[in-house]
């Protein structure tokens, strides 16, 4: 299916799953939201990663196989990622935990992190802020916003309360934040009223062979 027939997935609350979640089976077949290059672009812009002028400027400086050579190491990164959430959902990290995590920590040492204060207007008065920006000069820095959430994940999330969604063909995971934790859903939307329709008919059937 071509991921451009549907807008990306972001129901995991914590953007390294939602990263995870770029390839996923929303009806009937699996579609890959960073398939190509373009698809990569067009998923960054919609999780709000990369500034849209960014974007620009590296669709217009770089060619299609180059994005689409940086989408294929996401692909990578993303699938590696994947292994070592799902050995470690459903509980704490240990402390052993980041010699695994060597392939992340190197594309983070790549960041072209630079601060900038900027006047931002307040009323009738401007102010000063310290904003963090990102040099963008090749195709591969791509990769370092997502490698920042994915960091993020493993240091901010309680992988206690990471969960697969228990949707029978359902690959999305999410992290569960609700109160006493008793989310097992992707959504209501996709997975929940997928099992709720499947117990009402299951019901039935049990009143009709009765």
């Given at each position: 299916m071509d991921y451009r027939q549907i807008p990306a997935i972001f129901v995991a609350d914590a953007l390294g799953?939602?990263?995870?979640?770029?390839?996923?089976?929303?009806?009937?077949?699996?579609?890959?939201?960073i398939s190509d290059g373009e698809g990569l672009l067009a998923w960054?812009?919609?999780?709000?990663?990369?500034?849209?002028?960014?974007?620009?400027?590296?669709?217009?400086?770089?060619?299609?196989?180059?994005?689409?050579?940086?989408?294929?190491?996401?692909?990578?990164?993303?699938?590696?990622?994947?292994?070592?959430?799902?050995?470690?959902?459903?509980?704490?990290?240990?402390?052993?935990d980041v010699r695994e995590l060597a392939p992340l920590n190197r594309l983070l040492e790549r960041d072209e992190r630079y601060g900038e204060?900027?006047?931002?207007?307040?009323?009738?008065?401007?102010?000063?802020?310290?904003?963090?920006?990102?040099?963008?000069?090749?195709?591969?820095?791509?990769l370092t916003p997502i490698a920042e959430a994915l960091a993020r994940l493993v240091c901010d999330e309680d992988?206690?309360?990471?969960?697969?969604?228990?949707?029978?063909?359902?690959?999305l995971m999410f992290a569960d934040h609700t109160r006493g934790h008793a989310r097992r859903w992707c959504s209501m939307a996709i997975c929940g009223n997928r099992a709720k329709?499947?117990?009402?008919?299951?019901?039935?059937?049990?009143r009709e062979a009765s």
């Open positions: 799953l939602d990263f995870l979640n770029s390839v996923a089976t929303p009806v009937d077949e699996e579609v890959d939201w960054l812009e919609q999780a709000g990663m990369v500034p849209g002028e960014a974007l620009a400027a590296m669709r217009a400086q770089s060619e299609p196989a180059e994005l689409d050579a940086v989408a294929e190491q996401a692909r990578a990164l993303r699938e590696w990622f994947r292994g070592f959430v799902r050995e470690r959902k459903g509980r704490p990290l240990a402390a052993g204060i900027v006047a931002a207007d307040t009323n009738a008065e401007s102010t000063f802020e310290f904003r963090s920006n990102r040099r963008w000069k090749s195709p591969e820095s791509l992988f206690t309360h990471v969960k697969a969604c228990e949707g029978p063909r359902c690959t329709a499947a117990a009402h008919r299951k019901r039935l059937k049990e």
